[in-house]
């Protein structure tokens, strides 16, 4: 048997035979409280012993220290029994109003090495108080760590304050370096934004593009102007003049056309600034056209005019130009303006060029100098965060910081007086021998009664050679009951039984299962109860279902159900047997029918051999849904007789009734005979519910 289900069947024999055990271990108990009386008193001596184990802590080392080594070995005994500690702990003593001195602490105190572990500090301390002796433990242990923690925790502090004074500097560092980076963005960002976004090399683009497109045209104005100046034989200046005087009565028309020029100049003014070459082109036209005018005026008027002699020649040689000469000279004219036009503005494209081209050089360096700066920010930043970042670790280290002694358990403090003839050793020592002797008691009765206990027993037995049905709970027995029947539809055991029903239905030879017989080894296994219950369960199933006492060696139950038992003679029960007119429904239980006992009958196997009897089975077969029979113990040879006009038989077992070796011998007869053993039901059984499982097995 393995390990789980030999403690389970022992939990059970234990639960089984518990007022043994308990008999037992009292008779111990009270034994051993008589003998702790006759022990003498003795003296009381009292050790604490502690332990002080020593863990450096090896960490990473702070920017301000040296790295620590790998493993510190531990200090020697004679360096933590130093007077500066002793007097510590004597102090501590003092504010626990216990006053020892520090030679007497020394005296007492005995520390040494653990030989199986170097780091590990034994400390022992005799007084014949044990409060004492454990609090002084304490106390030594707690200056010792004390004084580590406080030199562990001066370092860091160390740490702390060059670390607080290295980020005062880098944040007057970083304060600088920001506000030069503020003050450079705010006077130079148009000039690197510029030079960031390429709009000085596209101005400078566009500038070179303008100059090569005025070059082409001031070119072909050039070729044009010199071809008309060849045709005229005059220059642009000469042809102003002789196209003013070309039309000798056209001063209205002069006069027409510089009111047009003035009112074009009004026009442009409302878009164009004074400075724009259509202006200046304009003005000069207007200028023009008022010489003329002034010089025709003069001229027709006869007024004197400051005029060169070789001007006199030529307008006295241009004086009478045709239509045609006229064209070409105000054509002339307009090419002479439209050249110097694009001369100004050729001018002022190529001076416009090297300023920006000076733009876009210190736009360059200064985007240089910005990112310069930045990365000095950025720079200070980083030592500023990674600072912090060192700050607070050291203030978490400093949080964290604890002793390189460590001490793992509290003291424990021994009565080194004769202990063993002490009375709590006595008493301690009975109630372990009176828990073996109950223990043993609850065994040996289980040895030898040896009944069968928990399920897997019968499991164990059967070994699936016949099907294993289930279990079913125990069940209180109500008052006036003689047999705890399931008359409630609302009582919480009716599906233990309606589980039984379908575990025989699933592991039944045939495919319709009718009728079945119930029996026992021996009396008191719950046969009957089972039997009623489950006939009830079927009942409650909407089945129609009877149930037949067969049982004629004891009187009838059926008042448990409310149906009155036989009434006949005990004397006339062979010839009247069990008829099919004796049936009775059961009031409280729709579907349900009952065949009572004749009760005590003599003639017990010529009444189950009868022809009625047989005649009853088969009736019974045909006009019900389920037939439960109630026979007698396998003591006797009625169930067997019954059995071949069921459709099986259907052992009940109970735990701590059962015997083992005759239920073995039960199990083998019956699987070497003709018997249509349908299964084994284990009944009352107190943890039901955890075992429901074994139900659908």
Same mark, same amino acid.
């Given at each position: ?51 002080l184990v ?6 990473a ?5 040296t790295?620590?080594?790998a ?10 029994m ?47 108080? %044990?409060?004492? *002796?454990?609090l002084?433990?304490?106390?030594? $242990?707690? @200056?010792v !760590?004390?004084?580590? +923690? =406080? /030199? ?28 030069k980076l ?46 008309i ?9 000469? %042809?102003?003049? *002789? ?6 009565? $056209?001063? @209205?028309? !002069?006069?027409?056309? +510089? =009111? /047009? ?10 878009e ?7 202006m ?33 020649g ?26 110097n ?6 001018g002022i ?9 000076r ?6 360096a200064?985007?240089? /100098?910005l ?13 500023f ?13 400093k949080?964290e ?20 003839l002490?009375?709590?050793?006595f ?17 040996l ?17 059967l ?18 009951q ?51 219950n ?6 409650r ?13 004891a009187?009838?139950?059926a ?10 003679k ?11 007119d ?6 409280d239980?729709?579907?349900?029918f009952v065949?009572?006992?004749l ?10 051999e ?18 439960v029979?109630d ?18 038989l ?17 199990i ?10 349908l ?9 039901s ?9």
């Open positions: 048997m393995k390990f789980h289900l030999f403690f389970k069947r022992y939990l059970a024999a234990l639960n089984q035979y518990k007022w043994a055990g308990l008999t037992s271990f009292a008779c111990i108990s009270a034994l051993t409280s008589g003998m702790t009386t006759l022990l003498p008193k003795t003296e009381t001596n009292y050790v604490a012993h502690g332990e020593y863990r450096p802590i090896v960490g080392a702070s920017p301000t220290t790295p620590p080594p493993q510190a070995s531990p200090p020697s005994p004679e360096t933590l130093s007077d500066q500690l002793l007097q510590r702990t004597s102090d501590t003593l003092k504010t626990s109003e216990l006053t020892i001195a520090p030679n007497t602490l020394r005296d007492r105190l005995k520390l040494e090495k653990d030989p199986k572990q170097e780091n590990r500090f034994l400390i022992r301390y005799s007084d014949s108080n %044990a409060q004492q *002796a454990k002084a433990v304490e106390s030594f $242990t707690a @200056a !760590s004390n004084q580590s +923690l =406080a /030199e562990k925790r001066k370092e860091v502090e160390a740490t702390l304050k060059l670390l607080e004074q290295r980020k005062r500097l880098l944040t007057n560092d970083l304060r600088v370096a920001e506000e503020r003050e450079f963005s705010r006077r130079e960002k148009p000039a690197v934004q510029a030079a960031v976004d390429g709009s000085l090399i596209s101005a400078i683009t566009n500038i070179q593009q303008q100059q090569r497109q005025l070059r082409q045209q001031l070119e072909g104005t050039n070729a044009e102007l010199n071809s100046q060849s045709q005229l034989g005059m220059s642009p200046a000469q %042809a102003y003049v *002789a196209s003013a005087l070309s039309a000798d009565s $056209t001063i @209205a028309n !002069s006069t027409t056309k +510089l =009111a /047009e020029i003035e009112s074009q100049i009004k026009l442009q003014q409302r164009l600034l004074p400075k724009h070459p259509d200046l082109a304009l003005q000069q036209q207007q200028q023009v056209l008022q010489t003329q005018l002034q010089q025709r005026i003069a001229q027709i008027t006869g007024s004197n005019q400051n005029i060169s002699p070789i001007q006199t030529v307008l006295l040689e241009v004086s009478s130009l045709d239509k045609a000469r006229q064209d070409l000279a105000n054509k002339l004219v307009n090419l002479q303006t439209q050249r036009r694009l001369s100004q503005e050729l494209l190529s001076r416009s060029e090297p300023a920006l081209r733009n876009y050089t210190d736009g360059t200064l985007k240089l /100098e990112e310069k700066l930045t990365k000095e920010v950025a720079r200070d930043r980083e030592a965060d990674q600072t912090e970042k060192q700050l607070a670790a050291a203030e978490l280290k949080a910081t604890r002793s390189d002694w460590v001490n793992e358990a509290p003291p424990q403090v021994k009565d080194i007086s004769n202990q063993f002490s009375r709590p050793v008493w301690l020592a009975g109630g372990v021998l009176g828990v073996i002797v109950a223990g043993a008691t609850v065994l009765l289980d040895v030898l009664r040896d009944k069968l206990l928990i399920p897997e027993e019968v499991q164990a037995i070994r699936q050679q016949v099907s294993f049905l289930g279990i079913l709970p125990q069940i209180l027995k109500q008052a006036k003689q047999i705890p029947v399931l008359i409630q539809t609302d009582s919480p055991y009716l599906e233990a039984y309606e589980l039984l029903r379908s575990s025989l239905l699933r592991h039944s030879r045939n495919q319709s299962l009718k009728t079945v017989v119930f029996s026992s080894t021996r009396n008191g296994e719950g046969k009957t109860t089972s039997a009623y489950l006939a009830i369960a079927s009942a199933a909407g089945k129609k279902t009877l149930l037949v006492e067969a049982n004629l060696r009187a009838s139950q008042q448990t159900l409310g149906v009155a038992a036989y009434q006949g005990g004397s006339g029960a062979l010839i009247e047997g069990m008829q099919i004796q049936i009775q429904p059961v009031p239980v729709k579907n349900l065949l009572p006992s009760g005590c009958t003599e003639q017990v196997t010529e009444v189950l009868s022809s009625q009897t047989q005649q009853l089975l088969k009736q019974s077969r045909d006009e019900f849904d389920f037939v029979i026979a007698t113990t396998l003591r006797f040879s009625d169930a067997l007789l019954i059995e071949p006009f069921t459709d099986g259907v052992l009940i077992t109970r735990p701590g009734y059962t015997d083992r070796n005759s239920f073995k011998l039960v083998e007869k019956l699987a070497d005979s003709d018997v249509k053993l299964g084994v039901v284990m009944n009352h059984v107190t943890t519910m955890k075992s429901a499982h074994l139900l659908s097995l």
